[in-house]
């Protein structure tokens, strides 16, 4: 089971679940929406797993550490240890029933990370559905690359980001480069998007085929783009 709770204006809180019994749940921005949605689920919160440090990734965090103060929380080290029990780097980790692979993702911070379950990629707001995200820390070195790493992942790798940002991302595509397939692609996210229903999570192989950024060939192509979209 995936599912994509909806937080805030645009955030989505994952919540994975192989036996429909024991929950991961990826950057809780709220806790009360969780909350909610493991009552009438009836699932068992098995870990909490945060990306990265802004407070719209990790701001239920506290409260859910004290309804559920058993649970560990998988976080980087930007996090720190007041919100997380197990700062993570790069490699694999384990939970009583998951197999947890961290992959380091900086750019949009720093110490940005991303998690890798039953090809299901976790990645916060390094890479989104046509798009991925600013780059705060300025080290567009450090985005490219971790995109380039993303990109040598199996093409049907299930990409879950945090936003619903596709829409906005397609008329930045559609500006670049407006082929055939995107055109398509246009026409299910416009659908998703008037029936109020998520447009993610996404695949890997969709993303490399229409994703500007993920095109990039080279740094300087990706940071004339990026900071394009910035202005768009």
């Known amino acids: 089971?995936?599912?994509?709770?909806?937080?805030?204006?645009?955030?989505?809180?994952?919540?994975?679940?192989?036996?429909?019994?024991?929950?991961?749940?990826?950057?809780?921005?709220?806790?009360?929406?969780?909350?909610?949605?493991?009552?009438?689920?009836?699932?068992?919160?098995?870990?909490?797993?945060?990306?990265?440090?802004?407070?719209?990734?990790?701001?239920?965090?506290?409260?859910?550490?004290?309804?559920?103060?058993?649970?560990?929380?998988?976080?980087?080290?930007?996090?720190?240890?007041?919100?997380?029990?197990?700062?993570?780097?790069s490699g694999i980790h384990h939970t009583p029933y998951y197999t947890i692979r961290v992959l380091m993702t900086g750019g949009h911070t720093a110490g940005h990370i991303s998690y890798l379950v039953d090809n299901h990629l976790f990645c916060g707001d390094t890479l989104f559905s046509l798009g991925c995200g600013r780059v705060f820390t300025g080290d567009y070195a450090q985005m490219f690359a971790s995109l380039q790493k993303i990109k040598q992942l199996p093409d049907d790798t299930i990409v879950c980001a945090a936003h619903e940002y596709t829409l906005s991302n397609l008329r930045f595509a559609q500006s670049v480069e407006n082929s055939v397939a995107l055109t398509e692609y246009a026409k299910k996210i416009e659908q998703l998007r008037?029936?109020?229903?998520?447009?993610?999570?996404?695949?890997?192989?969709?993303?490399?085929?229409?994703?500007?950024?993920?095109?990039?060939?080279?740094?300087?192509?990706?940071?004339?783009?990026?900071?394009?979209?910035?202005?768009?």
């Open 1 to 89: 089971m995936l599912v994509a709770i909806p937080a805030l204006s645009d955030n989505y809180i994952w919540c994975y679940s192989r036996d429909n019994l024991h929950a991961l749940l990826i950057d809780p921005a709220t806790a009360e929406v969780v909350e909610n949605f493991l009552a009438k689920s009836s699932l068992k919160l098995e870990a909490i797993l945060v990306t990265h440090n802004h407070a719209d990734h990790t701001g239920g965090v506290a409260q859910l550490r004290k309804k559920y103060p058993h649970v560990p929380v998988y976080a980087p080290t930007e996090v720190g240890s007041k919100l997380a029990t197990h700062l993570v780097e």
């Open 194 to 232: 008037a029936e109020q229903r998520p447009t993610l999570p996404t695949t890997l192989g969709l993303e490399k085929a229409l994703n500007p950024f993920l095109r990039c060939e080279n740094l300087e192509t990706f940071i004339v783009l990026r900071q394009a979209k910035d202005k768009f």
